[in-house]
């Protein structure tokens, strides 16, 4: 199975600020043949269900904010929050959809400074 | 509008049966692109995906549980079936009716909390 950590486990910012989270993979989730990254990100909020944010690494579901932004490939991954505000406040999983099962990293708690 | 529901008891006891179904709308579970799965997630842990049907019958498990799981469907009626056998405390969790495209997860449903308790 393909492992996914994330980086860090939480982390506080302040509104406004830039929130970076990392994802490294145990293997490349890089499809050579289309050339994409099979990597996606959701946000949980409390007492919700994860939504989608990002898929194909950077690619931003309809309707998410153009502060959300994704970038990394092979192993690597990034989510950034460029400008912080309190509806972001969840946590942050990344998930590779390149191989069965698909795995969820262990989550990036997100809150306010 | 896609919406999957998901439906089953919120109790069971140790070794029992639980089964779940999933209701779904606005897509056909004959799509040749969709998929729907069950993932959980313990309370104050990270996401697990247990199984997995595709429009043609193909399923997939966690491989840690198969032998405890199985999934079905029945396309008229919009329901995939998720079965797993022996619960115990540790699976305590709420468990997520969710649909693929392809394997991408872009969809979930609100969740149903299952406590496994005596």
């Known amino acids: 199975d393909i492992v996914l950590t994330q980086s860090p486990d939480s982390l506080a910012v302040s509104l406004g600020e830039r929130a970076t989270i990392n994802c490294k993979s145990s293997q490349s989730v890089l499809y050579s043949s289309n050339n994409k990254n099979f990597l996606a990100w959701y946000q949980q909020k409390p007492g919700q269900p994860p939504t989608l944010l990002l898929y194909w690494a950077s690619t931003r579901e309809s309707g998410v904010p153009d502060r959300f932004s994704g970038s990394g490939s092979g192993t690597d991954f990034t989510l950034t929050i460029s400008r912080l505000q309190a509806e972001d406040v969840a946590i942050y999983y990344c998930q590779q959809y390149y191989s069965t099962p698909v795995t969820f990293g262990g989550g990036t708690k997100v809150e306010l400074k | 509008q896609v919406t999957l529901k998901e439906s089953g008891p919120v109790l069971v006891k140790p070794t029992e049966t639980l089964t779940l179904t999933c209701t779904v709308s606005?897509?056909?579970?004959?799509?040749?692109?969709?998929?729907v799965s069950w993932v959980r997630q313990p309370p104050g842990k990270a996401l697990e995906w247990l199984a997995r049907i595709s429009s043609d019958d193909e399923k997939s498990y966690r491989t840690s549980l198969k032998s405890r799981l199985a999934i079905s469907k029945d396309t008229s009626n919009s329901q995939v079936v998720l079965t797993m056998t022996n619960m115990d405390p540790v699976d305590t969790a709420t468990y997520y009716c969710?649909?693929?495209?392809?394997?991408?997860?872009?969809?979930w449903g609100q969740g149903t909390l299952v406590a496994v308790s005596s």
């Open positions: 606005g897509f056909s579970l004959s799509n040749p692109r969709m998929a």
């Open positions: 969710v649909r693929m495209v392809v394997h991408l997860i872009d969809r």
